[in-house]
């Protein structure tokens, strides 16, 4: 079964203070892995895909990485407007369609 | 360029109601899929819409079904509610030059069942 597993849950961080934020999967083929930041009671907004092991990804101060068998969203020296939940979710091959499996999130707290 | 849009914002119902949530995909998309997110939890698949015909299904039951019109925007119906089904209710749609696969989510809707 296909699944996702994020972790921590939950960080709490200083402003300036790096990290990062672990994503496994177990798909059966993978077609795409996709970062998404919430904000509470928000829709998911788009960060990255990554489709194959060693491609890298960088937006700001969030780069986001892939290996065959997990991600890694870096954040260097987060601000406090980094706070949000992220979520990773996978794509598999085949299938009719490209539906989206996703990990519980992580919720990112940077204090000022 | 508006992205997705869904309707209503928030919505609060009685066990055992019905209720119909609407959403516009983003201009050049042609695919909607649609999620539902418990609180504290990531959003799960129900189903997607292309070609007006659904062309997957999550684990949900039946009391879960939709619709998409010619102009590509689509409508979630959940009847019988229960208070289980209280959560936001996310709409996201997919390009439909498939060069990739990204998708793009609405706000959403958030569903109180009472």
């Known amino acids: 079964e296909d699944q996702v597993t994020q972790s921590p849950e939950a960080l709490r961080l200083q402003e300036g203070e790096s990290s990062s934020l672990n994503c496994s999967y177990t798909?059966?083929?993978?077609?795409?892995l996709f970062w998404y930041r919430q904000d509470p009671g928000k829709g998911p907004e788009f960060l990255f895909t990554?489709?194959?092991a060693g491609e890298e990804k960088e937006k700001e101060r969030l780069k986001a990485t892939l290996t065959k068998k997990e991600s890694f969203l870096h954040i260097t020296a987060p601000k406090p407007e980094d706070s949000a939940t992220y979520l990773c979710?996978?794509?598999?091959?085949?299938?009719?369609?490209?539906?989206?499996?996703f990990g519980t999130g992580t919720l990112l707290a940077v204090q000022p | 360029d508006a992205g997705v849009t869904q309707s209503p914002t928030h919505l609060i119902k009685t066990r055992g109601q019905q209720v119909t949530l609407r959403c516009s995909p983003k201009s050049g998309h042609d695919t909607v899929s649609w999620y539902q997110q418990a609180l504290g939890q990531g959003p799960q698949f129900i189903f997607q819409?292309?070609?007006?015909?659904?062309?997957q299904r999550g684990n949900f039951p039946d009391r879960f079904s939709g619709h998409q019109f010619p102009n590509y925007s689509s409508e979630l119906n959940v009847n019988a509610l229960l208070l289980g089904d209280s959560a936001l209710y996310l709409c996201?749609?997919?390009?439909?030059?498939?060069?990739?696969?990204?998708?793009?989510f609405g706000p959403g809707t958030r569903l109180t069942v009472t």
């Open positions: 798909v059966s083929g993978l077609r795409g």
């Open positions: 979710a996978v794509q598999a091959v085949g299938g009719a369609t490209n539906k989206l499996i």
């Open positions: 990554l489709y194959s």
């Open positions: 819409y292309y070609e007006e015909e659904e062309r």
């Open positions: 996201a749609s997919s390009p439909a030059d498939r060069l990739s696969y990204e998708q793009y």
